[in-house]
């Protein structure tokens, strides 16, 4: 009687309910937006377990999303209810980090409340009531975090931060392509937006690197040494698995080069699967990201590099034919107002779907 009620207390249901500060529109989905992994596979480890997502607008300008996990997988079999509830945390982080990957949907950046309800009998067991997990997430992902600038390098027009968490834990998780914003130290209530070049394994070693071109002014305004304040990450440039097709080609006048790199080292890591191709659509002859995501591109077949406009009189259109993938793609149109303007006139003759791109303007 005893292992069937073990049994019946770790087959119960989980259930995340998450309050988020934007509706659904502008999480990227629909009101009543609706997602299930496949229940039919077995599933033995946390990242592959099956559950289900319903995200709806609060008629306030948020929403709420609530997450189902309809059996715990086998990781949690191991524990004994006495040690159940105090876990719950560092494993409902990762259920809303997977709901993330699967959906394209940015949670965690825009939590502000999150609730987990445990099975009651665990939950009793625990001598624990279901309660909130708010502070929890604002410790996971924090309005600041103190960081120390450890590098600052211009080559090639532009210019590079290097990060590192002064107490020396792991920084706020991100998703590469996302931003983050740096107090600067001689002025509290000045920042800077700064798209992230690293992959999104850094964080756990408490490290960001961050890039702009060289003439915003950065080089200036940091130097080694530098303590500052650095926001959670944010942003909705990164890859969405429901949504967006398995190839996504980037599109930049250079601005937002550094974090299409942070997508293809988290490809190169094997972190993200999809494939994709950057198109360097800027006037500059230097770029000092060409070669890093050219070494990338050797090692996996899955990026690929290329600038425009070629150096012939080739047509735009036959050069972007020539260029593009034969697989289905999605567009991602990212830079300033300007840029985006010109490299729509580029890309004009294709008569490509409008649904099939996403816009995304520099962040600084």
């Not at 997602?35 to 077995?42: H, I, L, R």
């Not at 289900?52 to 209810?81: N, Q």
């Not at 719950?88 to 809303?96: E, P």
């Not at 077949?301 to 034919?321: D, L, W």
């Amino acid at each position: 009687m005893k292992k069937t009620g073990r049994r019946a207390a770790v087959g119960a249901e989980l259930t995340l309910l998450l309050t988020l500060n934007l509706d659904s529109q502008a999480l990227g989905a629909a009101d009543g937006f609706q997602w299930a992994a496949d229940k039919g596979k077995k599933h033995s480890q946390l990242r592959d377990a099956p559950f289900s997502l319903f995200l709806s607008d609060d008629g306030c300008g948020g929403s709420v999303c609530r997450i189902t996990v309809p059996r715990p997988c086998r990781e949690w079999e191991t524990l004994s209810r006495m040690d159940y509830y105090p876990l719950t945390d560092a494993l409902t982080r990762r259920f809303v980090l997977s709901a993330e990957q699967h959906t394209g949907l940015p949670l965690s950046a825009h939590i502000s409340e999150l609730r987990v309800v445990t099975p009651p009998e665990a939950a009793v067991r625990g001598k624990s009531s279901d309660g909130s997990l708010s502070d929890v997430y604002r410790k996971l992902f924090p309005e600041k975090q103190e960081m120390r600038v450890t590098a600052v390098r211009t080559k090639n027009g532009f210019t590079q931060i290097d990060l590192r968490k002064t107490d020396g834990f792991s920084a706020a998780p991100f998703r590469a392509g996302q931003s983050v914003r740096l107090t600067l130290p001689t002025d509290a209530n000045a920042g800077l937006s700064l798209p992230l070049c690293c992959a999104p394994s850094c964080a756990a070693q408490g490290i960001y690197t961050a890039a702009a071109t060289a003439g915003s002014g950065i080089a200036a305004e940091l130097h080694e040494g530098d303590s500052v304040s650095v926001s959670s990450p944010f942003g909705s440039l990164s890859f969405r698995p429901v949504g967006d097709h398995e190839t996504i080609v980037g599109m930049t006048d250079g601005k937002c080069l550094p974090s299409f790199l942070s997508m293809a080292k988290a490809i190169l890591e094997g972190a993200d699967q999809h494939k994709l191709t950057v198109l360097y659509c800027g006037e500059t002859d230097g770029c000092s990201f060409e070669q890093e995501y050219e070494g990338i591109g050797k090692n996996s077949a899955r990026v690929r590099f290329i600038r425009f406009p070629p150096g012939n009189n080739m047509p735009n259109e036959a050069f972007f034919r020539s260029v593009l993938p034969h697989e289905s793609y999605t567009v991602y149109l990212a830079g300033d107002d300007a840029a985006r303007d010109k490299i729509r006139k580029y890309i004009a003759p294709l008569h490509l779907a409008v649904n099939n791109i996403r816009e995304f303007p520099s962040v600084y």
